[in-house]
């Protein structure tokens, strides 16, 4: 099998869960890995192997280089991957894939001029679970789409950057994007947002704590989304979880399995998943991107939809999404 040689630009926790996949993965090696914190890249060549640097353009520099990983805070998206476009690059990106729009438009625009292969790590959209919703919407007329994420994320050191809004955009942004995300893939786009948040158990973050959304979809579908940081954090059951009613049944999607019930009977179902990263990488090694359901165009989208929410809720009224 061809080997695809990786580097990565961010050695954060993201990363190394990415990093530790991809060192299992058959034609996957990783070459070089950059972070601003040296201590990091340091521990970050010694799992991987790869050269450990501390700017990443000397790494982007590296004539074996065929693909990327960008995992990054949400603050700091922008020249690294224009950095990385200027080689003409595959890359793969954490989500949400900017702070603001203009920055993913500038990035977006050049994606689509060079035409480079990339992913976007909404890692939700391969899980078996979410094959076994969309084939059992298929063709259905959806009502009411109810999503959820409760975490306690937002406790512990308000210093941290995730907790700190004009950097993450708080838990709507950096954490729900996936939520809505799964919400969009499932049911469809969403034409407007109408949002309220309220800070009220965190008072050393300056984000808010609680987000309460009303969601139109373009196909006529209603929605709400919920979503607290502030709630017990040893529980991630209430985090990722999408109720769907149609047809006088109901679906409810989580990281876990599906469950369907119909006629007062529920049933459980579940597939195996697949990675991600062994997509990307295979997408790189063949040029046959068809399998990547993540693309960067679409990760914008997403990114609108919490812009849309922050949006509404300082400015009391409903709110369209603009992506590209």
């Known amino acids: 099998m061809e080997e695809v040689r990786i580097g990565f630009i961010g050695c954060g926790g993201n990363a190394t869960g990415h990093m530790r996949r ?24 010694e799992l991987t192997g790869g050269e450990a640097y501390t700017d990443h353009r000397a790494l982007l520099g590296r ?43 500038q990035i977006a625009a050049e994606v689509q001029r060079r035409g480079v292969i990339t992913c976007v790590g909404y890692q939700l959209r391969y899980l078996g679970a979410t094959d076994l919703a969309r084939e059992a919407l298929a063709g259905t007329v959806v009502s009411l789409v109810v999503g959820k994420y409760w975490s306690g994320s937002g406790r512990g050191d308000g210093s941290r950057w995730v907790r700190q809004f004009a950097k993450s955009g708080g838990q709507l942004l950096e954490q729900a994007t996936h939520t809505l995300d799964i919400m969009r893939y499932l049911v469809g786009e969403i034409a407007q947002v109408q949002a309220m948040q309220a800070s009220r158990v965190l008072k050393d973050i300056d984000c808010p704590d609680a987000h309460a959304l009303i969601l139109q979809f373009e196909n006529g579908a209603l929605g709400s989304m919920t979503t607290t940081w502030a709630y017990d954090p040893r529980d991630w059951s209430h985090a990722n979880v999408v109720d769907i009613t149609f047809d006088q049944s109901l679906l409810r999607w989580s990281g876990g399995g599906l469950a369907l019930t119909h006629a007062g009977e529920t049933v459980e179902q579940k597939r195996p998943d697949r990675s991600i990263d062994a997509i990307f990488v295979d997408a790189v090694r063949s040029g046959d991107r068809s399998s990547i359901l993540s693309p960067y165009d679409d990760g914008v989208r997403s990114l609108a939809l919490s812009l849309a929410g922050l949006q509404s809720a300082a400015e009391g009224r409903p709110v369209a999404p603009s992506a590209l």
Request: charged fraction near 20%; aromatic fraction near 6%.
């Open 22 to 45: 991809l060192t299992q993965l058959e034609g996957a090696r990783i070459v070089g890995v950059c972070d601003v914190v040296p201590e990091l890249a340091q521990k970050a060549a």
């Open 63 to 105: 004539p074996d280089l065929q693909a990327v990983y960008l995992s990054l805070p949400v603050f700091a998206h922008g020249q690294p991957e224009m950095d990385t476009l200027e080689r003409g690059l595959p890359f793969f990106v954490e989500k949400p894939v900017a702070r603001d729009m203009a920055t993913a438009r």
